[in-house]
């Protein structure tokens, strides 16, 4: 579109170029043809004035030798009068010395001719042979620049054939002379070309003038060429920095927005318009106020007092329905007299920032349950293994009454449930740094399976094994990892009262690291408790410790990795499933 564009620009000044250059050839060519057509017009007319002025010399000599008047030096009169003409320059006869015989200036009577101008070739004169025959044409300039067109022919005043009968000197010896002196010499006039020299100029000035106001139109069109390429090149500029601006403005890490004083929004980045939970359609000129409270935000303000709102927090909801908690930061736009012009708003998504504080919290939490929780499991533990014992001691001697025997025994277990509590507690309060090894994931699920496998049989629970054949070997603490899926696979057992199927499988994540799953097909987790059911002591069971699942969670932080609960699971309207993700497990070095 936008080459489409530059192309309609180019197409006029290419055009006028085009036609400018067409036009200096044509009136180029024109020029000198007009020139030459000019001049060969002007020279035949030049020539046949000459051959008509030397005809009529030759016919007043004629007229005059044939009077009883005539007189020797008439013919010098004749060519002194006949001078005196403004165009002609000058009027010579000259013998085959090139001596003047008679001139138009008598001054220069029986002096020698000068060297002519350029010469032209001769050419019969008109008349033909009766005529005589024109023996030169040249092309001089005066003394002083005159141009001048001089055409001579040999003098035949007087033919011979015609004088005996018609010379009224007949038998005078002084009119032989005379004709024989002037037959036979060269008769020439010189014509001033000043006026065909101006009209010639005139042309070359009118053909100069046209050219260069073809020339200037065509330097206008290139200048304009000129002008649409820098154009071109600063709208392109200008189009890239635009893009890239664009580029650098939608990936931002904070969502951003522009509105008018009016709250209209006038550009929005994406993050913005996922984080407002909108779309780009319509989002241009619309009112703020539609998604966001500009009075409780302080953006209202910022408007009217020109009063940036810095991390100001406010929540909304997306297009998923979740609720999202924003920081908001709004800051003036003005112009150069001070005035607000709209104000830029910047939205940052707190989520990260809220579960890190809750990650604080609870880590605080746990940090003060495992003070306490080690404190009573000391405390709690010495006792216990002497109640224990004595419990057994009395079992031992109440061996021969049943029911009392049946009660040391119920002590007996009691006591050492209240022990897993206890190690339960500790395992969660001590400080546990993994120990890193190559280990066979098969082999711990194995290992997993076969220490459940008597409660699974007894609560009517079978296992589906989903372990792909080409799973890599991985770098973890096996111990930890086979206390991790030994409590999930419990904490399943437990949830499925009625029996059903048990899942256990692992993969690799693509990205170097490892997932491992436990699910379930019992009754799920509520919304409700699934953001609690990692917290210590929590559970829905009357005779649970609520420690299992933090246990779980402990180890796979010691691992760097994460785990999150699909309740029910994809694919299914029941059950739960707990994916633990644990990130550079795949070592590419291990054996």
């Not at 605080?364 to 109640?387: F, M, Q, T």
């Not at 049946?406 to 993994?434: C, G, H, S, W």
């Not at 499988?505 to 379930?520: F, K």
């Not at 691992?559 to 994916?579: A, K, N």
């Amino acid at each position: 579109m936008r080459i489409l564009q530059r192309q309609k620009l180019y197409l006029p000044a290419l055009s006028i170029v085009a036609v400018v250059l067409l036009l200096l050839v044509f009136i180029g060519i024109s020029t000198y043809r007009n020139l030459n057509v000019n001049r060969k017009n002007a020279m035949d007319f030049v020539r046949h004035q000459g051959l008509a002025m030397l005809q009529v010399i030759e016919a007043g000599v004629r007229a005059g030798m044939l009077s009883p008047r005539w007189e020797a030096d008439a013919i010098g009169r004749l060519l002194e009068e006949t001078g005196k003409s403004p165009d002609i320059a000058y009027i010579y006869l000259a013998d085959s010395g090139g001596r003047y015989v008679h001139h138009s200036d008598p001054a220069l009577n029986g002096t020698m001719a000068p060297e002519r101008g350029k010469s032209i070739s001769p050419v019969p004169a008109a008349g033909g042979e009766n005529g005589g025959l024109l023996l030169a044409e040249h092309l001089s300039r005066l003394t002083d620049g005159t141009p001048v067109y001089e055409i001579s022919k040999r003098f035949t005043p007087f033919p011979e054939e015609m004088l005996p009968p018609m010379c009224p000197f007949q038998g005078s010896e002084h009119c032989r002379r005379w004709v024989e002196r002037h037959t036979g010499i060269r008769l020439a006039i010189g014509l001033r070309m000043t006026a065909f020299e101006a009209a010639r100029q005139a042309d070359i000035h009118h053909a100069v003038v046209m050219a260069g106001i073809l020339v200037a139109l065509a330097s206008g069109a290139i200048f304009f060429i000129f002008v649409i390429q820098n154009y071109y090149l600063v709208d392109r500029t200008l189009q890239q920095t635009r893009d890239y601006t664009r580029q650098v403005v939608d990936h931002m890490a904070n969502g951003l927005i522009s509105i008018d004083p009016a709250g209209r929004v006038l550009s929005c980045n994406s993050l913005a318009l996922n984080l407002l939970g909108l779309s780009t359609t319509g989002i241009q000129g619309m009112v703020l106020d539609r998604v966001i409270d500009l009075e409780a935000s302080g953006v209202q303000e910022t408007l009217a007092s020109g009063r940036p709102v810095m991390d100001r927090e406010i929540e909304r909801q997306n297009a998923a329905g979740e609720r999202i908690p924003l920081a908001l930061s709004s800051t003036p736009l003005t112009d150069d007299a001070g005035a607000v012009t709209g104000a830029v708003i910047l939205l940052r998504d707190l989520r990260e920032i809220k579960r890190l504080e809750a990650q604080v919290r609870r880590s605080e939490k746990l940090a003060a349950i495992g003070k306490l929780a080690a404190a009573v499991a000391h405390e709690i533990r010495n006792p216990l293994s002497s109640i224990r014992g004595f419990a057994q001691l009395l079992g031992h001697l109440l061996r021969d009454r049943p029911r009392d025997h049946e009660y040391a025994a119920v002590m007996v277990k009691e006591v050492d449930r209240i022990n897993r509590v206890v190690t339960d507690l500790l395992t969660f309060a001590r400080p546990q740094e993994i120990e890193p090894a190559t280990v066979d994931l098969r082999e711990i699920v194995g290992h997993v399976r076969r220490l459940v496998e008597g409660d699974a049989s007894n609560g009517g629970v079978t296992f589906d094994l989903r372990l792909p054949d080409t799973l890599p070997r991985v770098v973890l603490d096996g111990g930890q990892i086979t206390q991790m899926l030994l409590n999930l696979c419990l904490n399943a057992l437990q949830a499925m009262d009625g029996g059903g199927m048990l899942s256990i499988g692992a993969g690799a994540d693509g990205r170097g690291g490892i997932d491992l799953w436990v699910e379930d097909d019992g009754p799920g987790i509520p919304p409700a408790h699934q953001t609690r059911i990692f917290d210590p002591f929590f559970t829905t069971r009357d005779k649970g410790t609520g420690l299992g699942l933090a246990i779980v969670q402990k180890i796979v932080e010691n691992h760097h990795g994460g785990v999150r609960i699909e309740s029910p699971p994809p694919g299914s309207d029941r059950g739960c499933r707990f994916t633990v993700s644990i990130p550079g497990a795949i070592q590419e070095d291990a054996p």
